[in-house]
């Protein structure tokens, strides 16, 4: 089975600019997860869907990033706008369901602001 | 404060060694999950343990969940090269929706 894709691979921005990131999970996978991952750390829960719907974005800093997933689909994450301390890969993954189920990763997105 | 606290930090072995990575909390977990993440890609899901004292063996691999579900470890044999990259655990408590949770992770190199 195709893997979770994510797009783009590589992002450079400066600060106070806009970016967004895209996910697309395995087929079939009611659940959707982003993370952040600083350098050195382990993964950072930002948001996490069910089909559509959000279970828990409690780690989202909400004045600048925001999610959307509107068809239970794809998924973007945006940020808006980026700080120096944003710089890190943000990872996609998607599973089956809500619990006990593995979770698939996707290969990230590296981003760095200047 | 890090629920999911994974010791050592950092580990450098050569080729042949033994080795045992550690993830323990003072939170009980459902289950635990134990990736593997190498450079530039995604973590992989190596393991998921869910009954207290459970052992699973993956080739040289061995896992364990601690008795009250608290902790969990990672033993690995005659290490190899290829074993390089960043272990992850990461659990799931008891109740509710499943809300994911990472230990920061020990990065493993093995030397030739």
């Known amino acids: 089975e195709a893997g979770v894709a994510q797009s783009p691979r590589y992002k450079i921005i400066e600060k106070r600019q806009s970016v967004a990131f895209w996910c697309n999970p395995i087929s079939g996978h009611a659940t959707l997860y982003w993370y952040q991952q600083i350098l050195g750390q382990g993964p950072k829960l930002l948001i996490q869907?069910?089909?559509?719907?959000?279970?828990?974005d409690s780690q989202l800093p909400k004045d600048r990033f925001s999610a959307e997933r509107l068809k239970g689909v794809d998924s973007t994450l945006k940020i808006q706008p980026a700080k120096l301390e944003d710089s890190a890969v943000y990872l996609c993954?998607?599973?089956?369901?809500?619990?006990?189920?593995?979770?698939?990763f996707g290969d990230g997105t590296r981003l760095s602001i200047l | 404060t890090q629920l999911l606290e994974q010791s050592p930090q950092f580990l450098s072995i050569q080729e042949g060694e033994n080795l045992t990575v550690y993830c323990n909390s003072s939170s009980v977990f459902s289950s635990l999950q134990w990736y593997r993440q190498e450079p530039g890609e995604g973590p992989v899901l190596l393991v998921t343990?869910?009954?207290?004292?459970e052992v699973k063996k993956l080739k040289r691999l061995t896992f364990q969940f601690g008795d009250a579900r608290k902790d969990s470890s990672l033993h690995i044999t005659a290490a190899q090269p290829g074993d390089t990259g960043l272990y992850l655990c990461a659990g799931e408590t008891p109740g509710g929706s499943y809300i994911p949770t990472f230990g920061r992770g020990t990065s493993l190199i093995v030397h030739p």
């Open positions: 993954a998607s599973s089956p369901g809500d619990s006990n189920q593995p979770q698939h």
């Open positions: 869907f069910q089909n559509n719907g959000v279970v828990d």
């Open positions: 343990v869910v009954t207290g004292g």
